[in-house]
C-alpha cells in the first residue's frame, strides 16, 4: 500500500513540475479485449486422435497466414513421418472453418504401430546372411531390420547398394527385385526379398600391356589377382590403384565375360604423359 502512495506522490510532483493536474489526472491506458480479426490467419489448430506432438508441423501453423496448398504439403509430410515411425497405415485429415480466424480440425488415425518381424531373402545363393541383413539395416538399427520400422524408399535405395556389393563379390549378372510387405493384425511386418544371383564369376585369363616387360610384370603383381579366384571388384581396383602408383603412369583396365562364367582381364599401362583414353 506505502509502494503505491510512494508511486503517486512521485507523479504528481512530476506533474506539477509539467503543469498538468496531479495524480488524479493521469490516464490509465487499457489493452485492447480481443485482438482483431485475421480472415487469412489460422487461428486455433485442434488436433484429435493423436497429440499435438505427435504432428508437430501441424501444430505450428497456428498464427501463420492461411494458405491450403501448404497445409496439404504438410499434412502429406506429417503422414509420412508416421509411417517413419512405425504407423505404416496413419491418415489425417483436415477440416477448415473459416470465421473471424481460419480454424483447422486435425483428425489423426494413427492404426497399430508395426514392426519388422523377419526379413526373408529369396535366394540360394552364397553371398554371406548378415551381410546382406547389415546393408539394409538403417538409422542406427532402427529402420530396416528386424525390431525396426519398415521405410521403403530406404530399403529400395539399400537394396541398390546391395545388387552392387553382389556384382563386386563375382556375382556380376544379380538382379534384386521389388520386396513384398505382409503386415498382421498384431503389429508385425514380414518382408521378402527376391535375389536372382546368377553364376559367380571367376578370374580367367589376365593380361598386361603396354611399357616394357620389367613395367608389366610390376603391374601384375600389384594387382594380387590369380587365375580361378573369385571375381573381386573391390580388391581389383585396390590392385590398379597401387600400380597407378608404383608405375608413375595411367592403367586402363578392360574385362570381358565368357560363356564359362569367366571374368577376362586385360590391363595397359598409358604411354608417358598419355591423358585418359590415349593409347600408348
Known sequence: MQTGVRSCQAFAIAALAL?????????RVRPAVAAPCAPDRIGD???????PADVPALAVLQGTHDD????????????EALRWRGYAKASIAVEREVGCFVELRVAVELGPRYRIARIDFETRDEFPARERLAALEDALGTVNTPGGVHIDYRLRRALDGLERRYQDAGWLDAKIGAPRSAYDEEGA???SIP??????YRIGAIRARGANERARRALLEELGVDPGAYYDGPALRRGIERA???LDRRVELRTSLTDADEVEIEAEIAAPGATSGERP
Open 19 to 27: 503543469g498538468s493536474g496531479g495524480c488524479r489526472s493521469a490516464a
Open 45 to 51: 489448430v485442434t488436433v484429435t486422435g493423436a497429440r
Open 68 to 79: 491450403p496448398a501448404r497445409t496439404a504439403r504438410v499434412v502429406a509430410a506429417a503422414e
Open 189 to 191: 511386418v514380414r518382408l
Open 195 to 200: 535375389i536372382d544371383a546368377g553364376p559367380r
Open 244 to 246: 597407378r602408383r608404383r
